[in-house]
């Protein structure tokens, strides 16, 4: 299985990017799919998660500011993120929890897309 994160690049402060990560494979069910961000210096920290039943967590970074959604049929989960600020600037990776057929649940993680919000 493999993600494929694409929508990041440069931003000015209080814009908006989408970013979406792509999941192909052999997946026999996504259980659920979440954002992770790592900036300079810093953990890599939880921004966003969504189960398979559209439950969804929020960092508190990204409470009010940020959306998560998913299209099941394509196997892709989407990070909306509106009002921009200097500091969220990272790299943003994605995570996917899977259910295999013969191997029990596995778990993915993307390659990470740059986010740079900047004037």
């Known amino acids: 299985v493999q993600l494929q994160a694409s929508g990041g690049g440069l931003v000015q402060p209080g814009l908006s990017l989408r970013l979406s990560c792509a999941a192909s494979?052999?997946?026999?069910?996504?259980?659920?799919m979440e954002w992770y961000r790592q900036g300079p210096g810093n953990q890599r920290e939880l921004v966003a998660g969504?189960?398979?039943?559209?439950?969804?967590t929020y960092g508190d970074s990204a409470k009010g500011r940020f959306t998560v959604s998913t299209n099941n049929a394509k196997n892709t989960v989407y990070l909306q993120m509106n009002s921009l600020k200097p500091e969220d600037t990272a790299v943003y990776y994605c995570?996917?929890?899977?259910?295999?057929?013969?191997?029990?649940?596995?778990?993915?993680w993307g390659q990470g897309t740059q986010v740079t919000v900047s004037s």
């Open positions: 995570k996917v929890r899977y259910q295999t057929v013969n191997l029990g649940v596995l778990v993915v």
């Open positions: 494979g052999r997946i026999f069910r996504i259980n659920n």
């Open positions: 969504i189960t398979s039943g559209g439950i969804t």
